[in-house]
């Protein structure tokens, strides 16, 4: 667990951080005029990864209201999703999206190639 102030928040949400930067941005649905969002920062400090928690809202639903928070630790882990993608009628084509060069595992294809294998071998199962 790490503590996080409102001020600590704000600035890792606007990328005005110094102390640390948000490398994977989830939103979580709404409530009322409110939207929720989670996510997770490395802290430059410890090198580790925090999920955080904040909504926005205001007129143009820009304005951060993070509460003070303790932050459980987080790590990146590969994960496998299949779900539906459409071609062209009559193509046979298989579509294979490959990490994106921003994404925590993407120097490492050593570890995609064991958790395709992983899923392959689950899904026979």
């Known amino acids: 667990m790490r503590h996080f102030t409102e001020s600590q928040i704000t600035d890792l949400v606007y990328d005005e951080s110094e102390e640390g930067e948000i490398v994977h941005r989830e939103f979580n649905g709404t409530f009322r005029l409110y939207l929720l969002y989670s996510g997770v920062v490395r802290m430059y400090d410890d090198g580790l990864y925090y999920k955080i928690e904040w909504v926005e809202s205001g007129e143009d639903l820009n304005e951060v209201e993070p509460e003070e928070q303790d932050a459980p630790e987080v ?13 062209p009628k009559g193509e046979t084509k298989r579509v294979l999206v490959t990490p994106s060069d921003n994404d925590l595992l993407y120097d490492k294809p050593t570890e995609w190639g064991h958790l395709l294998e992983a899923a392959m071998q689950e899904a026979a199962s």
């Not at 790590?75 to 071609?87: K, L, N, T, Y």
């Open 75 to 87: 790590e990146p882990v590969g994960e496998v999703v299949i779900r539906s993608a459409f071609i």
